[in-house]
């Protein structure tokens, strides 16, 4: 996928996490805490799935992730996905639907 800076906010998805500041300071991994790149944890949707919301070169995402392990740490993995605010509030804009649909 190519970026630049012809790309409208609109086209922006990501299979890969931004890149993340190295630091000493272990996560505490409490719920409300912002990370050490950071983003802010909002949520577990399951074992290795997180949702957190995220300021990457300027802009906001919603990053819905993979982690893995990795010497007893938790790390973003390559599977996931970034929405830009206008791709988070059509998602919004549709959950309804969604939800009727999975009804």
């Avoid at 890149?19 to 912002?34: A, F, I, L, Q, R």
């Avoid at 070169?57 to 392990?69: A, K, L, N, S, T």
Wanted: aromatic residues 6%.
């Amino acid at each position: 996928m190519k970026r630049g800076k012809g790309k409208e906010e609109d086209d922006f998805i990501s299979d890969d996490a931004p890149p993340k500041k190295t630091s000493k300071k272990e996560t505490s991994g409490d719920d409300d805490d912002e990370e050490e790149d950071g983003s802010i944890f909002i949520c577990e949707v399951s074992k290795n799935r997180r949702v957190s919301v995220r300021n990457w070169q300027g802009r906001v995402f919603v990053d819905i992730r993979e982690f893995y392990i990795k010497d007893g740490k938790k790390m973003p993995g390559k599977k996931g996905i970034s929405l830009s605010m206008d791709q988070w509030k059509e998602l919004r804009a549709h959950v309804d639907e969604i939800d009727k649909a999975l009804a």
